[in-house]
Nanobody, 126 residues
Framework: VQLVESGGGLAQAGGSLRLSCAASGRPSSMYGMGWFRQAPGKEREFVAAISWSGIITYYSVSVKGRFTISRDNAKRTAYLQMNSLKPEDTAVYYC????????????????????WGQGTQVTVSS
């Protein structure tokens, strides 16, 4: 399984970006997807997660109400819509896939995710 992120770049504070994560290969029949980020000098942290069904979503406190995670299973793609961006959102964003998930389950912890993308840089200027 390979994950490829796209959509990162430079945005002004208050602006928006949409990240995409396309999965290729042969993931399991049902899998959860998540987004994490790592800012310079900091540990990687959870951002958002979504179940296979799309019904269950989780967000970190710092992004809740501003970011929206979604997925298109037919396209094997997950998305992260980021609105009202802040300079503190600047980080490398990683998508991840949990192959052992259930139809309506999603994980917020890194150890549940077996596959990771290469990351995409998001920079928010003030």
């Amino acid at each position: 399984v390979q994950l490829v992120e796209s959509g990162g770049g430079l945005a002004q504070a208050g602006g928006s970006l949409r990240l995409s994560c396309a999965a290729s290969g042969r993931p399991s029949s049902m899998y959860g997807m998540g987004w994490f980020r790592q800012a310079p000098g900091k540990e990687r942290e959870f951002v958002a997660a979504i179940s296979w069904s799309g019904i269950i979503t989780y967000y970190s406190v710092s992004v809740k109400g501003r970011f929206t995670i979604s997925r298109d299973n037919a396209k094997r793609t997950a998305y992260l819509q980021m609105n009202s961006l802040k300079p503190e959102d600047t980080a490398v964003y990683y998508c991840a896939l949990d192959p052992t998930s259930y139809i309506s389950a999603a994980s917020t912890t890194e150890r549940e995710y077996d596959y990771w993308g290469q990351g995409t840089q998001v920079t928010v200027s003030s």
